[in-house]
């Protein structure tokens, strides 16, 4: 696996364009606190050098890590904002966000414990959970040769984590105009989401997120239109009407392990997986977009580090705290 073997330092240089294009503010609408890259300068200057040793040494182990861990960073910063609160287990009275339907997949929690547990013992009560999948979330699309940026920092850890809201989430069978709507009421605009959308690149969907495109999609279609049909055909035989392998599924682009653009070429075929990602390619809206993040690489990276910066000043809190282990309340 030779695209993880950057080290820290070099991969903030390799990078250091785009870091230099993403000059932005640090407080953006829906945030109440404010953020820095430089917050633990002082108090932990090789927080982020902890973090990177450890998810690269994870993500060696196992190849799924990087897509299970920028997932994790969208599916906790969509609920509550980025506190940490997908973190968070479930008690005897509070089924927590983890626990909640759209998040039953989401895995590699150990990481970020694992990074934790060596913070608290270098800097002890000073990083944030938050903190920390922000900066996983950057580590991880970097070691697969996507974009690095400079992540704000200084988010404080929720206390509040609950199942039935995860319902909010966006949805693999969302058209476009609820997408928008969604991603609107975070502060975030139609450019970032298709730029998130390109998270995609990374990912593997099992059969049951896509499957209902494929069979019995309409009276009028037993597949949806939109997707290529020779595409369809491959997929049919992976994901059968009677699937009885649960593990079955297709990987979203056709290079999981590298971070690119070939999730954007792919819905300009008619391939994308998820009904939401082809949607995009419906839509006026978006269209134009998917296409130009489709032809210039370049472009999409730019755009998609900007977006996680957005999207990492979502909901960020003033009154959390730091929490001492990241799956319960101090």
């Known amino acids: 696996m030779a695209k993880l073997s950057i080290s820290f330092s070099q991969s903030k240089m390799i ?33 982020e050098n902890i973090i990177y040793q450890t998810v ?15 997932r994790m960073f969208f599916h906790d910063c969509f609920i509550r904002g980025c506190d940490a609160s997908l973190l968070l287990d479930s008690t005897a009275g509070n089924k927590a966000e983890k626990d909640g339907p759209p998040n039953i997949s989401v895995r590699s929690f150990y990481v970020i414990d694992d990074a934790k547990t060596k913070l608290e013992k270098a ?22 040769q996507g974009p690095w940026w400079n992540v704000l920092k200084g988010r404080k850890d929720g206390r509040v984590s609950l199942a039935n809201e995860t319902i909010n ?34 990912g593997f969907s099992h059969c ?17 239109p939109s997707i290529n049909s020779e595409f369809a055909m491959n997929l049919k035989k992976k994901c059968p009407i009677h699937n009885k392998d649960h593990n079955a599924g297709e990987f979203l682009d056709s290079t999981s392990s590298t971070f690119d653009n070939d999730y954007y070429k792919r819905i300009t075929m008619g391939k994308g997986v998820f009904g939401s990602d082809q949607a995009l390619y419906g839509d006026q809206r978006t269209r134009s977009i998917v296409d130009s993040f489709a032809k210039d690489r370049n472009l999409f990276f730019s755009e998609f580090a900007i977006s996680m910066v957005k999207l990492g000043n979502v909901g960020v809190i003033e009154n959390g705290e730091i929490r001492v282990k990241c799956s319960i309340v101090n």
């Open 15 to 47: 990078m250091s364009t785009i870091v230099a294009y993403i000059l932005i503010l640090s407080v953006v609408p829906f945030s109440e606190a404010v953020l820095s890259a430089h917050y633990y300068d002082q108090t932990c200057p090789q927080a």
């Open 208 to 224: 049951s997120s896509f499957s209902a495109r494929l069979h019995n999609f309409s009276t009028e279609n037993f597949s949806d």
């Open 56 to 70: 690269r040494n994870a993500s060696i182990y196992d190849p799924k890590v990087p897509a299970r861990l920028l």
């Open 123 to 144: 800097c002890p009560h000073t990083v944030s959970c938050a903190d920390v999948i922000a900066i996983a979330a950057r580590d991880v699309v970097a070691m697969s």
């Open 169 to 202: 989430l966006p949805s693999p069978f969302s058209n476009t105009s609820t997408l928008i709507k969604s991603f609107a009421k975070r502060g975030l605009g139609v450019k970032d989401l298709v730029a998130l959308s390109g998270g995609h690149t990374l």
